[in-house]
């Protein structure tokens, strides 16, 4: 297991245009969260899952913003008619319950928005 | 005013100093984590706090649970220590959001 993977890397798109980022944790962390982090800004909490279920949503969580973990293993974070507002690094982490043990982050999606 | 506030926010040292950096919390939490962040986004978890003391090799962090503060020292700093420092909460059971709140960091550079 090398940890968690996120894709892509980087995205570019045009305002307007939907963008789909995807999560794959650790295998064995049953908790995975997705967090937005702006320039000079520490990381703001999006969405976490427990297992297949979403438990909690951040009010940054806008209507164009939905989030899934259909199996409860791989994540897909999807932004509909993207704002150049939007333009962030999108960070996955996961962990194992109960206490966030082994609390591991991907290295990010960059996306911007122009 | 956030909920965790970090100190200092940019640091220049040189090769061999100690390094403290700090942070403070304004909410219960059931963890605080020391975070690493490169450029380029990588962000890797340095230890999770919820008392007393933790070292790893050069790096030690310390909470006070009842001053709501925690502090992350280098010892023996190395250029390859240049990073951000995150301080991240994980409030406490039934306090709210089960995600992390993030500091803003503090932009560490080490000068050879």
């Known amino acids: 297991d090398t940890g968690v993977s996120q894709n892509p890397r980087h995205k570019i798109t045009k305002r307007g245009q939907n963008v789909t980022f995807r999560c794959d944790p650790i295998s064995e962390h049953n908790r995975l969260y997705w967090y937005r982090q702006t320039l000079g800004q520490g990381p703001e909490f999006l969405t976490y899952f427990q297992n297949e279920a979403q438990l909690e949503k951040s009010r940054l969580l806008s209507d164009r913003f939905s989030a899934e973990r259909p199996k409860g293993s791989f994540s897909t974070l999807e932004i509909q008619r993207t704002e150049q507002g939007d333009s962030a690094m999108y960070l996955c982490a996961s962990s194992m319950t109960p206490r966030g043990y082994g609390y591991t982050f991907g290295s990010g999606t960059r996306l911007t928005v122009v | 005013k956030n909920e965790v506030e970090q100190s200092p926010q940019n640091l220049t040292a040189q090769e061999g100093e100690f390094i403290t950096i700090n942070c403070s919390y304004s909410v219960g939490i059931s963890a605080l984590h020391w975070l690493q962040q490169h450029p380029g986004g990588g962000i890797v978890s340095l230890f999770m706090?919820?008392?007393g003391k933790k070292k790893h090799g050069r790096l030690i962090a310390t909470i006070n649970i009842q001053e709501k503060h925690s502090s992350l020292h280098i010892t023996a700093s190395h250029p390859r220590d240049s990073a951000v420092y995150i301080c991240a909460v994980r409030s406490s059971p039934g306090g709210g959001a089960d995600g992390l709140t993030f500091g803003k960091g503090t932009h560490l550079i080490i000068q050879p």
């Open positions: 706090l919820s008392s």
